[in-house]
């Protein structure tokens, strides 16, 4: 009985840390084949972030059940054009290639 009525609080504790755990990363290569130039963690998701070079790819890596997603923009502070990217549900792990040249900020959204 105890353990039935843990079941629920284990598995919101266990989808917490995986949304807790969402990192983004800028690279300067295309399919992220290269040292990422830039790691950002998770605070990308607080607002627009500006990269510190342009980025040719874009990693995602987030839990399998997030729903985290990020959008590129070829422009500083999140202007110009834009690009959505991510990772597909069940995945951990998403690289796209960038499609409007150098990606020079971030915005993240859970």
Not at 45 to 53: H, K, P, R
Not at 57 to 85: I, K, M, P, W
Request: proline share 1%; glycine share 12%.
């Amino acid at each position: 009985m105890q353990l039935k009525s843990l079941l629920p609080s284990i598995l919101l504790i266990s989808h917490g840390s995986l949304a807790a755990a969402d990192s983004f990363y800028a690279y300067t290569c295309y399919n992220c084949g290269c040292n990422a130039f830039q790691g950002l963690g998770s605070n990308v998701e607080e607002g627009c972030t500006n990269l510190n070079s342009g980025a040719a790819s874009f990693g995602v890596s987030a839990g399998s059940r997030s729903d985290t997603y990020c959008t590129l923009f070829s422009g500083r502070d999140c202007s110009g054009s834009s690009q959505n990217v991510g990772h597909h549900k069940g995945e951990t792990w998403g690289c796209t290639n960038s499609n409007i040249g150098w990606a020079n900020s971030v915005l993240c959204f859970k």
